[in-house]
């Protein structure tokens, strides 16, 4: 069993049991919604399965896999309705209370080196699988981060699938803060065998759909391929720490060398993405994410080996669609 901390809020640290969360309503904590983090560097079995789970408005991050091998998300709904000020126990321009709407990241794969193992190994993440989320409306839709001296240079993503996920952006701006769909930061050359694969990044506003923080090379040991974006900007894409460029698709591909050959600039035709702008409380209705029978993303993605032949609703794939339908 998890151990609980605010209201809903599920967490699990430094144990060699099997996390599973599974059917979970978790909205509206103070920190992360449902984590994991801080395994033992020798286990090889007993990793996080987080599948069929809805949260939603958590603070800081709605899933987050942190510093441990072999986690699961799938199936999952994950989503922010816009910020409301109105409900913040304290409003200010002044810091920190000007940068509250950071920290809203729907799913976060890291290395934390406060979370580190007993060894002081401080990248234990690996083999991190995600698939089939639908996500919407946070700042961040799915992002790569570590911190701290020994996490950082030791941290990438390894033996990673990131694939079929719908990524709807927030059709919104958020205080003193950039928006992403998906965030990858420069891990060097600890990058190996990663994929992403299939997924639709849909953006209302001119904030990257993709942004890397590498640019003007290929992005080592991650294979970025299939994924269906689209956006009304002209330049939707982003790379570079310091000096941040934005790219339209095709600048996009010849900075990122090798990567999104066979990706689509393309609306999706979603069944009516109107319903992920809602400023309610109310949960979303994900099934208006599915694809219209017209949508160029059905059977233009590419068979994923390391996840099951069905979709978001477990529904059996017939063919390899982009996105979590």
């Known amino acids: 069993m998890p151990n609980r901390r605010a209201a809903g809020r599920a967490r699990w640290s430094g144990t060699r049991t099997r996390p599973v969360a599974r059917g979970n309503l978790v909205h509206q904590n103070g920190g992360e919604g449902i984590i994991t983090y801080g395994s033992k560097a020798t286990k090889t079995t007993g990793s996080a399965l987080f599948e069929q789970n809805i949260a939603f408005d958590n603070w800081s ?34 810091y920190p209370w000007n940068e509250l ?17 007993s060894t002081g190994n401080y990248a234990n993440l690996r083999g991190s699988q995600v698939y089939d989320n639908i996500i919407a409306g946070c700042r961040i839709g799915i992002r790569d981060y570590s911190e701290g001296a020994q996490s950082i240079p030791n941290h990438g993503l390894k033996d990673t699938l990131i694939a079929n996920n719908t990524i709807i952006m927030p059709a919104w701006t958020f205080q003193n803060s950039n928006t992403y769909g998906i965030y990858l930061q420069d891990n060097g050359s600890q990058n190996t065998n990663s994929f992403i694969q299939n997924n639709i990044v849909y953006g209302f506003q001119t904030d990257p759909l993709f942004h890397s923080e590498v640019n003007g090379t290929l992005l080592p040991g991650v294979n970025i391929d299939y994924n269906n974006y689209f956006s009304a900007t002209a330049k939707p894409f982003s790379a570079g720490y310091n000096n941040v460029v934005t790219l339209n698709f095709t600048q996009w591909k010849a900075a990122m060398v090798g990567a999104d050959t066979h990706s689509i600039f393309a609306d999706p035709q979603l069944v009516d993405v109107t319903q992920f702008r809602g400023g309610t409380t109310n949960v979303y209705d994900y099934n208006k994410a599915r694809l219209q029978p017209t949508s160029p993303a059905i059977n233009a993605g590419t068979p994923q080996p390391y996840a099951p032949a069905v979709n978001f609703s477990n529904t059996p794939r017939n063919t390899w669609n982009i996105g979590a339908f």
């Open 101 to 117: 709407d950071k920290f809203t990241t729907c799913l976060m794969l890291a290395d934390e080196q406060n979370s580190s193992d």
């Open 61 to 94: 991050v709605n899933m987050y896999f942190d510093n441990q091998p072999g986690n699961i998300s799938r199936q999952n709904f994950l989503f922010r309705h816009p910020p409301n000020p109105s409900t913040y126990v304290y409003v200010s321009n002044s």
